[in-house]
C-alpha cells in the first residue's frame, strides 16, 4: 500500500510523450512502425529506412574493406523506459528472442517505482603510451610531472574542435611497472575529454602527437601509443527502487521476490562463474543498444569486463538489495565509451534513425540511458531465474525461431511454436517433423 501511493507521486514525467506503448507487440509491424515514427517525429525517408534494409552494399563497401554484402539484425524498441523523468523508447538490435521483451517488462517494474536515477562522468578516456629502455625511472617521473602543462598543450594540438567544446587533454599520469617480463617499464596515461564523440581517434591521435615528446622528457624509447578500453574515468550509473508489490508472483509475495533477487546478486559478487553470465545478460541489453546506434559495442564489452575485475576478482556490475522499506533497490555503474557523433553512428541509416528515437542531447546521457537499459535487462533475468527459470519466457520465443529453422512458412510459425512449447520439446527436427504433419493434412 505505501508503495502504490509513493508510486502514484513519483509516475510524473519530464515532457509530454510516453514511453508506455500497450499493445505494440500486437500491432503489424508496418503499424508499429508509423507509431515510432510519430513518437520520434521521423520523416518518410527515415520511416523508410525502417522499412527496407538502412545499409545498401553501396554505403557497406565504404565502411569496410572486401565487402561482400551486409549482415542483418532484429530491430526493436524497448517500452517503458522513464529515466530522470524522461521518458525514452530504446532502440536495440540483437537476434536472442526475449531480450526486447524481457527489459520492457522490467523497465515497467523499475517505472512503478519513479524509473532510473541516472548519472555520468565527464566523457574522459583514457590513452597509454608505453616507455621503455628508460635510464633512470625517478628522473622521468619527475619530467613529465614538471612538465605537464606543456604536454597537455601539446596532447591538444590535433583536436581543436573537441577543445573547442571544452574537452581535450585534462591530465597526464606516469605509471611505473618496474618488473616486467622484458624488464622496467613506464606507462603514461593520458586523460582526454571526447566530448560527444567515443574518440578514439581523437585519443589515438593526441598519443601519437605526444610520444616524441616523451621519448624525450624521460630518455627512454616509446613503442604502444593506444587508448584504453578500462575506460573508468568515464563511466555510467544507473539506480532504481522497485516496490516489493511491483514483483509479487501468484504463488509469491513481492518481499520474497525482492530477498530472491538479493540472493542471485550475491551469488554473482562471490562467484566469478555465476558472475560471468550475470554480467552477459546486463551486456546483452547494453550491446543491443550499441549496435542499433552504431557504437562499439566490442569497446563497451571491454570496459564492463575489465572494470568488474578491478579489485583483482572478477565480479557483478550489479548490487541488488531489500532497502529498509522492504523494497528492492538496485545500482549499476559501468565504464561507458559511447559517442553520438562520428563513426558509424553518422554514417549507417538505421543507427541514425535508432539516434533519432532515441533522442538523447549527449555522450553522457547516451551513457545513462545504456546503464539504466543494463540495469533492467539484468533485473529481468535474475528475477526470472529466481522464480520460474529463464526456459519458461524464453523457450517460447526460442521457439518461434526453432520453428523458423525447421523452415516453417510464417502462417505456421506460431502454430509449430505453440506445439513445441506445449510438447516440452524445442527442437528443429520436431518442427520438421510437425511441419510434415501439417503439410499433409493440409494436402489430405
Ligand atoms: C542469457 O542470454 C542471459 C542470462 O543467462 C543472464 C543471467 O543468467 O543472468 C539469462
Same mark, same amino acid.
Given at each position: 500500500?505505501?508503495?502504490?501511493?509513493?508510486?502514484?507521486?513519483?509516475?510524473?514525467?519530464?515532457?509530454?510523450?510516453?514511453?508506455?506503448?500497450?499493445?505494440?507487440?500486437?500491432?503489424?509491424?508496418?503499424?508499429?512502425?508509423?507509431?515510432?515514427?510519430?513518437?520520434?517525429?521521423?520523416?518518410?525517408?527515415?520511416?523508410?529506412?525502417?522499412?527496407?534494409?538502412?545499409?545498401?552494399?553501396?554505403?557497406?563497401?565504404?565502411?569496410?574493406?572486401?565487402?561482400?554484402?551486409?549482415?542483418?539484425?532484429?530491430?526493436?524498441?524497448?517500452?517503458?523506459?522513464?529515466?530522470?523523468?524522461?521518458?525514452?523508447?530504446?532502440?536495440?538490435?540483437?537476434?536472442?528472442?526475449?531480450?526486447?521483451?524481457?527489459?520492457?517488462?522490467?523497465?515497467?517494474?523499475?517505472?512503478?517505482?519513479?524509473?532510473?536515477?541516472?548519472?555520468?562522468?565527464?566523457?574522459?578516456?583514457?590513452?597509454?603510451?608505453?616507455?621503455?629502455?628508460?635510464?633512470?625511472?625517478?628522473?622521468?617521473?619527475?619530467?613529465?610531472?614538471?612538465?605537464?602543462?606543456?604536454?597537455?598543450?601539446?596532447?591538444?594540438?590535433?583536436?581543436?574542435?573537441?577543445?573547442?567544446?571544452?574537452?581535450?587533454?585534462?591530465?597526464?599520469?606516469?605509471?611505473?611497472?618496474?618488473?616486467?617480463?622484458?624488464?622496467?617499464?613506464?606507462?603514461?596515461?593520458?586523460?582526454?575529454?571526447?566530448?560527444?564523440?567515443?574518440?578514439?581517434?581523437?585519443?589515438? /591521435?593526441?598519443?601519437?602527437?605526444?610520444?616524441?615528446?616523451?621519448?624525450?622528457? /624521460?630518455?627512454?624509447?616509446?613503442?604502444?601509443?593506444?587508448?584504453?578500453?578500462?575506460?573508468?574515468?568515464?563511466?555510467?550509473?544507473?539506480?532504481?527502487?522497485?516496490?516489493?508489490?511491483?514483483?509479487?508472483?501468484?504463488?509469491?509475495?513481492?518481499?520474497?521476490?525482492?530477498?530472491?533477487?538479493?540472493?542471485?546478486?550475491?551469488?554473482?559478487?562471490?562467484?566469478?562463474?555465476?558472475?560471468?553470465?550475470?554480467?552477459?545478460?546486463?551486456?546483452?541489453?547494453?550491446?543491443?543498444?550499441?549496435?542499433?546506434?552504431?557504437?562499439?559495442?566490442?569497446?563497451?564489452?571491454?570496459?564492463?569486463?575489465?572494470?568488474?575485475?578491478?579489485?583483482?576478482?572478477?565480479?557483478?556490475?550489479?548490487?541488488?538489495?531489500?532497502?529498509?522499506?522492504?523494497?528492492?533497490?538496485?545500482?549499476?555503474?559501468?565504464?561507458?565509451?559511447?559517442?553520438?557523433?562520428?563513426?558509424?553512428?553518422?554514417?549507417?541509416?538505421?543507427?541514425?534513425?535508432?539516434?533519432?528515437?532515441?533522442?538523447?542531447?549527449?555522450?553522457?546521457?547516451?551513457?545513462?540511458?545504456?546503464?539504466?537499459?543494463?540495469?533492467? #535487462?539484468?533485473?529481468?533475468?535474475?528475477?526470472?531465474?529466481?522464480?520460474?527459470?529463464? #526456459?519458461?519466457?524464453?523457450?517460447?520465443?526460442?521457439?518461434?525461431?526453432?520453428?523458423?529453422?525447421?523452415?516453417?512458412?510464417?502462417?505456421?510459425?506460431?502454430?509449430?511454436?505453440?506445439?513445441?512449447?506445449?510438447?516440452?520439446?524445442?527442437?528443429?527436427?520436431?518442427?520438421?517433423?510437425?511441419?510434415?504433419?501439417?503439410?499433409?493434412?493440409?494436402?489430405?
Amino acid at each position: 500500500m505505501k508503495s502504490t501511493s509513493r508510486n502514484k507521486h513519483k509516475e510524473k514525467q519530464v515532457g509530454s510523450k510516453s514511453s508506455r506503448l500497450p499493445g505494440f507487440y500486437k500491432r503489424p509491424l508496418a503499424e508499429r512502425i508509423q507509431i515510432i515514427a510519430d513518437w520520434a517525429g521521423l520523416d518518410s525517408d527515415e520511416a523508410a529506412v525502417l522499412n527496407e534494409q538502412g545499409l545498401t552494399n553501396e554505403l557497406a563497401d565504404k565502411m569496410i574493406e572486401n565487402t561482400l554484402g551486409t549482415f542483418a539484425l532484429p530491430l526493436g524498441v524497448a517500452a517503458n523506459f522513464q529515466i530522470n523523468g524522461r521518458d525514452y523508447l530504446i532502440p536495440m538490435a540483437v537476434e536472442e528472442p526475449s531480450v526486447v521483451a524481457a527489459v520492457s517488462n522490467a523497465a515497467k517494474k523499475i517505472r512503478a517505482g519513479g524509473g532510473f536515477q541516472t548519472s555520468a562522468t565527464d566523457p574522459v578516456m583514457i590513452g597509454q603510451i608505453q616507455v621503455l629502455d628508460i635510464p633512470d625511472m625517478d628522473a622521468a617521473i619527475a619530467a613529465i610531472e614538471a612538465n605537464k602543462a606543456s604536454l597537455l598543450e601539446t596532447a591538444n594540438c590535433c583536436d581543436k574542435v573537441i577543445v573547442s567544446l571544452g574537452g581535450g587533454a585534462q591530465d597526464i599520469v606516469a605509471r611505473p611497472f618496474p618488473n616486467t617480463p622484458v624488464g622496467p617499464m613506464l606507462i603514461v596515461h593520458l586523460h582526454f575529454d571526447t566530448r560527444d564523440a567515443m574518440g578514439a581517434n581523437a585519443i589515438n /591521435t593526441a598519443l601519437e602527437s605526444l610520444a616524441p615528446k616523451i621519448a624525450d622528457l /624521460t630518455n627512454g624509447r616509446t613503442s604502444l601509443r593506444i587508448l584504453s578500453n578500462l575506460a573508468d574515468q568515464r563511466t555510467a550509473t544507473a539506480r532504481c527502487t522497485i516496490p516489493a508489490d511491483q514483483l509479487a508472483t501468484k504463488d509469491r509475495s513481492g518481499q520474497e521476490v525482492a530477498k530472491l533477487i538479493e540472493e542471485a546478486n550475491a551469488f554473482a559478487i562471490v562467484d566469478p562463474y555465476r558472475a560471468a553470465t550475470h554480467n552477459k545478460g546486463i551486456m546483452n541489453g547494453i550491446d543491443a543498444v550499441c549496435i542499433a546506434t552504431g557504437n562499439d559495442w566490442r569497446a563497451v564489452e571491454a570496459g564492463a569486463h575489465a572494470f568488474a575485475a578491478r579489485d583483482g576478482r572478477y565480479q557483478s556490475l550489479t548490487d541488488w538489495h531489500v532497502d529498509e522499506n522492504g523494497d528492492l533497490y538496485g545500482e549499476i555503474t559501468l565504464p561507458m565509451a559511447v559517442g553520438m557523433v562520428g563513426g558509424a553512428t553518422k554514417v549507417h541509416p538505421t543507427a541514425r534513425v535508432a539516434m533519432k528515437i532515441l533522442d538523447v542531447n549527449s555522450a553522457p546521457e547516451l551513457a545513462q540511458v545504456m546503464a539504466a537499459v543494463g540495469l533492467a #535487462q539484468n533485473l529481468a533475468a535474475i528475477n526470472a531465474l529466481a522464480t520460474v527459470g529463464i #526456459q519458461k519466457g524464453h523457450m517460447a520465443l526460442h521457439a518461434r525461431q526453432v520453428a523458423m529453422a525447421a523452415g516453417a512458412p510464417e502462417e505456421l510459425i506460431q502454430q509449430v511454436a505453440d506445439q513445441l512449447v506445449s510438447e516440452r520439446r524445442i527442437h528443429v527436427d520436431r518442427a520438421a517433423q510437425l511441419l510434415d504433419e501439417m503439410k499433409k493434412n493440409v494436402i489430405e
